[in-house]
C-alpha cells in the first residue's frame, strides 16, 4: 500500500516538474521574442536614413550603395526584410535594382547555404526569403523541399516561392504537378499561386489548357477569371466539349462570361448537356446576358430534374423584363408539377421584392409586373397604388 503511495507522489512531482519546465521555458522565450523585437525596432530605427536614401534613389542611374560598416547578423536580416516587402510592392525597374542590391549584399548566398541546413525552420524561413528575392538559382532546391514535404500550409510557402523565383515554364508547371499530386481540390489556391509568377501569362495559360493533365487545365481555367488573354479563346471553346464533367463545367463558366452574344444553336447545345452543372451554368448567364429569345428554353427548363438548373431558368426569367415574368406566369398557371412550383416560387419572390421600390424606374417595373400577376392570377385583394409614380397620360398642368 505504501509503495503504490509512494509511485503516486512521485508521479505527481514528475508532473509538477514537467509542468514548471514548460511555464519556464515559455516565459524564457517570450522574454526572448520581446527582446529581439526591440533590438528589431532599434535597427530600423538606426537605418532610418538608409533606407529614405534608397527609396529617393530608386529612380536614379547612379549605383545603389550598401549600408557602411560591418553590420550584427539580425541587424542584416532587418534590412534585408525591408527590402523584400519592397520588392513585393514595386514593379519594373525598381523591383530588378533592388534584387540586385540583394545579391550585392550577399543575402541570396546566405539563404542558398541555409536551405541546405539541418534545421527545418531555418530551411522554410530561407525558402520564404528565395522567393522574395525572386532568386533563379534557388528553384532546384525549392523543388527538392517541395518532392519531399507533405501537403500542408507549409508547403504553400515553398510553392510560392518557386512560382516567384521561376524563370521558365517548366518549372512552373513542374511545381502545379507537384502541389496537385497530393489530390487535394487546391484549383483555386494552386492558379493564385502561379499568378505570383513574373513569367508572360498567355504562354503559361495556354500550356496550362492544353496539358494532358485534367486537373493542369481546371488550374488554367481559373487562372483565366480576370485575366484578358484572347489567345487562350481558342482553346477555351474547346474546352466547353471536354469529356472532363470538371474541366467542362468550369469552362463553359468562363465561355458564358466572356461572350456577349451566343448563337442559337451553342444555347441549345449546352441548355441540353448532360450535366446538370453545365445546364445550370448556362440558364443562368442567359438572364444575365438579357438573352430574350431563349425564353422558350428557360421555360423548358424549369421542368429539368436538376433543382438547381430550374433555380436558374426562373431567376433568368424574372430577370428578362415583362416578357420573361409573362412566360413565368404562364408556366405557373398552366404547368404542372416541378415547373409550376418552381415558377410560382420565383413570382413569390419577385413581388416580394419589388413592393418597395426606391426609384421611378423600379416603380414603373413593379407596376406593369403586377398588372401582368393580375390578369394571370385575378385581383386577390386591392392593388396598392405606388406613391412617387406619374399615372400615364392624363394631365400633368397644376
Not at 519592397?86 to 525598381?94: A, L, P, S
Not at 438548373?309 to 426562373?314: D, F, G, L, P, T
Not at 424606374?361 to 386577390?380: H, P, S, T, W
Amino acid at each position: 500500500m505504501f509503495s503504490h503511495l509512494i509511485v503516486a507522489y512521485v508521479f505527481i512531482y514528475v508532473c509538477l516538474g514537467l509542468i514548471g519546465s514548460g511555464i519556464i521555458l515559455l516565459v524564457l522565450m517570450k522574454i526572448s521574442n520581446n527582446r529581439e523585437q526591440q533590438r528589431r525596432e532599434f535597427y530600423e530605427q538606426k537605418h532610418h536614413d538608409y533606407f529614405v536614401y534608397i527609396q529617393a534613389h530608386l529612380g536614379d542611374d547612379a549605383e545603389l550603395k550598401l549600408p557602411p560598416g560591418k553590420l550584427k547578423p539580425l541587424e542584416r536580416r532587418v534590412i534585408q526584410d525591408k527590402f523584400i516587402e519592397w520588392i513585393e510592392q514595386f514593379k519594373g525597374d525598381y523591383r530588378a535594382r533592388l534584387i540586385r542590391l540583394c545579391r550585392e549584399a550577399g543575402f541570396v548566398e546566405e539563404d542558398l547555404k541555409a536551405l541546405g541546413s539541418l534545421r527545418y525552420g531555418r530551411r522554410l524561413a530561407a525558402a520564404y526569403r528565395l522567393g522574395g528575392m525572386r532568386a533563379e538559382e534557388a528553384v532546384p532546391g525549392l523543388m527538392n523541399m517541395l518532392q519531399k514535404g507533405k501537403y500542408n500550409s507549409i508547403l504553400i510557402i515553398v510553392a510560392r516561392s518557386i512560382a516567384k523565383s521561376a524563370q521558365r515554364p517548366e518549372d512552373l508547371l513542374q511545381m502545379l504537378r507537384i502541389l496537385l499530386s497530393h489530390g487535394k481540390p487546391i484549383h483555386h489556391l494552386a492558379a493564385d499561386i502561379m499568378l505570383e509568377t513574373g513569367l508572360d501569362a498567355g504562354s503559361i495559360l495556354l500550356k496550362l489548357l492544353d496539358d494532358s493533365d485534367p486537373a493542369l487545365v481546371k488550374v488554367g481555367l481559373v487562372a483565366m477569371w480576370g485575366q484578358a488573354v484572347p489567345e487562350v479563346m481558342p482553346v477555351l471553346g474547346r474546352l466547353v466539349g471536354s469529356e472532363e464533367k470538371d474541366v467542362r463545367a468550369e469552362a463553359v463558366k468562363l465561355y458564358l462570361s466572356t461572350n456577349p452574344a451566343l448563337k442559337d444553336e451553342t444555347i441549345v447545345k449546352l441548355m441540353s448537356d448532360r450535366d446538370w452543372e453545365v445546364r445550370a451554368e448556362a440558364a443562368k448567364a442567359l438572364g444575365q446576358l438579357h438573352a430574350a429569345g431563349s425564353i422558350p428554353l428557360l421555360v423548358k427548363a424549369l421542368q429539368d430534374a436538376s433543382w438547381k438548373v430550374r433555380h436558374n431558368s426562373a431567376e433568368s426569367l424574372a430577370a428578362l423584363g415583362e416578357a420573361g415574368f409573362e412566360a413565368l406566369c404562364q408556366a405557373a398557371l398552366s404547368g404542372a408539377g416541378i415547373q409550376r412550383e418552381a415558377a410560382l416560387h420565383r413570382i413569390g419572390l419577385v413581388m416580394e421584392a419589388e413592393q418597395k421600390p426606391s426609384a421611378i424606374e423600379q416603380m414603373v417595373a413593379y407596376n406593369k409586373k403586377r398588372l401582368i400577376y393580375d390578369r394571370y392570377f385575378g385581383v386577390k385583394q386591392p392593388v396598392k397604388r405606388m406613391t412617387g409614380v406619374a399615372a400615364v397620360g392624363g394631365d400633368y398642368t397644376a
